[in-house]
């Protein structure tokens, strides 16, 4: 059985970390991996992550299943960080959300539940998306088709024609959204465009699902949260995947949670024993580690206080490098070509240089950056901004 499998090609993305670790050059620069680093290049734990995970080992007494709804302390969190805590639909009981592996998890469990729902139609994704999003959709059986969305040569949204090609969608259509900090532009849809999706949307009877992987990494939680908050108030149904691993730094820990915001609350809880029964089939019980420790944070008010203020110092740093890296590369270039980094949100930026201009930034100057020219902002150190512009500059000349 096992001789009949072909080899699968390389995953692009982890392709370019392997590329970088083989490079013997002292002055590699990986820009690739999607991860947050410090000043001195680490992925740093947060401050109120170690201590809750202290406070949390210390009285903890088994490693008993927590059951197959999870840990409802911090679906309760999440619920809240998300939507906030007065929204409508938490006040309605509308909502249900289950414990996830990872933010994949919850888009895949999330999938499995459109299905289930009956949707047979094509998921729409956003051109360009996540490089995973597509084959996620595709593994649950739902075909995708995508929806223009980013000028590349001006680097921001092309709202107009986004709104154009959904209201062409059939009633009934799911959506798959970016909440904040676009993967992999960079660029979000303003308040205005947020408002006019909402109403498309409830108009044509459209389907939301967000994906929130970065909140607060964009230009706060509230702000980052708004647009998905305002679909949840003029829509029905909507659907969410969250994840913990950016902003709680619980990369390894796979923490995430999908939620359904229904129409009902009775609806809410029918589509709560589905998830559970799709995770059921799939990885049994969720884990709880990393979830334990956010539910621990979100009830100290002193460990929330110290996340929100280390969250808040991680977006300044990643503001002020796209700030430094928009103004060396006007400088190097005597244009603005470049300057759409500074006015993006969040981790990454797309460059718009063709694949031959990626290798040469690799072979000539050792800058690892994904194949689609998306470059990982929050991966630059302050002092590796010059060459990085010289780099960028010299083969965007050519």
């Known amino acids: 059985m096992l001789n009949s499998l072909k080899p699968m090609p390389p995953d692009p993305l982890l392709g370019v970390t392997e590329a970088f670790r083989a490079d013997p050059s002292r002055d590699k620069v990986d820009l690739g991996v999607g991860v947050y680093r410090d000043a001195s290049g680490i992925t740093p734990i947060p401050r109120a992550v170690r201590a809750a995970e202290q406070k949390m080992l210390a009285r903890q007494n088994t490693k008993a299943y927590v059951g197959p709804g999870g840990n409802r302390q911090f679906a309760a969190a999440m619920e809240k960080i998300a939507l906030g805590a007065s929204h ?46 597509v084959p996620v959709m595709k593994g649950a059986g739902i075909e995708t088709a995508a929806y223009p969305y980013y000028d590349v040569a001006a680097g921001r949204v092309l709202a107009a024609k986004m709104l154009e090609s959904l209201a062409a969608c059939a009633p009934g259509t799911v959506v798959l959204l970016h909440g904040s900090c676009h993967n992999p532009t960079g660029a979000d849809p303003d308040p205005g465009h947020w408002a006019e999706l909402a109403d498309l949307m409830a108009r044509r009877q459209l389907v939301p699902f967000v994906d929130m992987a970065y909140q607060g990494l964009g230009r706060g939680l509230d702000a980052d949260a708004a647009g998905l908050r ?8 909507v659907l969410v995947a969250v994840s913990c691993s950016k902003n ?41 580690h990393g979830a334990a420790i956010v539910a621990e944070i979100a009830s100290d008010p002193a460990l929330y206080a110290d996340w929100q203020k280390e969250l808040d110092d991680m977006r300044d740093r990643v503001n002020g490098l796209r700030k430094s890296l928009a103004t060396a590369l006007r ?24 694949k031959a201009a990626v290798e040469r930034l690799r072979t000539e ?34």
């Open 88 to 133: 409508p639909a938490l006040r309605d009981g509308r909502v249900a959300t289950l414990p996830s592996v990872g933010g994949t998890g919850a888009l895949r469990l999330g999938a499995e539940l459109i299905r289930l729902g009956g949707f047979s139609g094509t998921l729409q994704v956003s051109d360009p998306t996540w490089a995973n999003h």
């Open 230 to 237: 305002l679909l949840c108030e003029r829509l029905p149904e």
């Open 248 to 288: 709680f730094g619980l990369y390894r820990e796979r923490v995430g949670a999908v939620m359904c915001v229904a129409e009902s609350a009775a609806a809410a809880t029918i589509s709560m024993s589905h998830l559970q029964s799709l995770a059921r089939r799939n990885y049994s019980m969720p884990p709880d």
């Open 331 to 354: 400088g190097e270039l005597g244009s603005g070509r470049f300057d759409f980094i500074e006015q993006q949100a969040g981790m990454f930026s797309m460059l718009g240089l063709g």
């Open 365 to 398: 100057h050792h800058i690892y950056t994904a194949p689609d020219s998306r470059l990982n902002v929050a991966g630059l150190s302050g002092k590796e901004i010059p060459a990085v512009a010289r780099a960028i500059a010299a083969v965007s000349r050519d």
